[in-house]
T-cell receptor, first 115, second 112 residues
Framework: NAGVTQTPKFRVLKTGQSMTLLCAQD?????MYWYRQDPGMGLRLIHY???????AKGEVPDGYNVSRLKKQNFLLGLESAAPSQTSVYFC??????????????FGDGTRLSIL | GEDVEQSLFLSVREGDSSVINCTYT??????LYWYKQEPGAGLQLLTY?????DMKQDQRLTVLLNKKDKHLSLRIADTQTGDSAIYFC????????????FGSGTRLQVQP
């Protein structure tokens, strides 16, 4: 019952460093998402993917890149980390929206601090 | 764009009922969801309601939807200390957007 797994769980970076957050799901879901959660602001969509090899921008995509080379994995990259990217990052997956109700399943989050 | 709003904080006594409210602007909303987030954890789906329904009950949870006023509420009966968490309202419409729009969350504090 792994569901959605995010690695790492915690990370501290220096400004300008790069890193990749990994999200893996074992539910054969088509859709995958990356959100960031900041205090008092709920979850904001960074990027999402509706299938292997496809990605699209969400609400706050600047400073991030993503890749979906395999259906089960969705990677979020920070090329040059900035303090404003200090946040908790959540990955989610779902079956295609609109067929029947298909809620999003969330990982436990990655806590990222940029110094 | 779409917007979802919630009050920030609610405090109740153990055993009382809790009512968490949410308003949204997307008139094309098809599904509305309630998620629960405990400290240090991800979001857990509690319940959902389809837009052609007025009410849905699931054990201690009752969801009410007023589509005319674009108002959604979550009632938790016999609230327990284990219900203390942040509750997020979220919606998705049929505008072609493929992801949920979340409210900022309501922190529920249950006092013994």
């Amino acid at each position: 019952n792994a569901g959605v797994t995010q690695t790492p769980k915690f990370r501290v970076l220096k400004t300008g460093q790069s890193m990749t957050l990994l999200c893996a799901q074992d539910m054969n879901h088509e859709y995958m998402y990356w959100y960031r959660q900041d205090p008092g602001m709920g979850l904001r969509l960074i990027h999402y993917s509706v299938g292997e090899g496809t990605t699209a921008k969400g609400e706050v995509p600047d400073g991030y890149n993503v890749s979906r080379l395999k259906k089960q994995n969705f990677l979020l990259g920070l090329e040059s980390a900035a303090p404003s990217q200090t946040s908790v990052y959540f990955c989610a997956s779902s079956r295609p929206i609109g067929q029947v109700n298909q809620p999003q399943h969330f990982g436990d989050g990655t806590r990222l601090s940029i110094l | 764009g779409e917007d979802v709003e919630q009050s920030l904080f609610l405090s109740v006594r153990e055993g009382d009922s809790s009512v968490i409210n949410c308003t949204y602007t997307d008139s094309s909303s098809t599904y509305l969801y309630w998620y629960k987030q405990e400290p240090g954890a991800g979001l857990q789906l509690l319940t959902y309601i389809f837009s052609n329904m007025d009410m849905k009950q699931d054990q201690r949870l009752t969801v009410l939807l007023n589509k005319k006023d674009k108002h959604l509420s979550l009632r938790i009966a016999d609230t327990q200390t284990g219900d203390s968490a942040i509750y997020f309202c979220a919606e998705i419409g049929d505008t072609g957007r493929r992801a949920l729009t979340f409210g900022s969350g309501t922190r529920l504090q249950v006092q013994p």
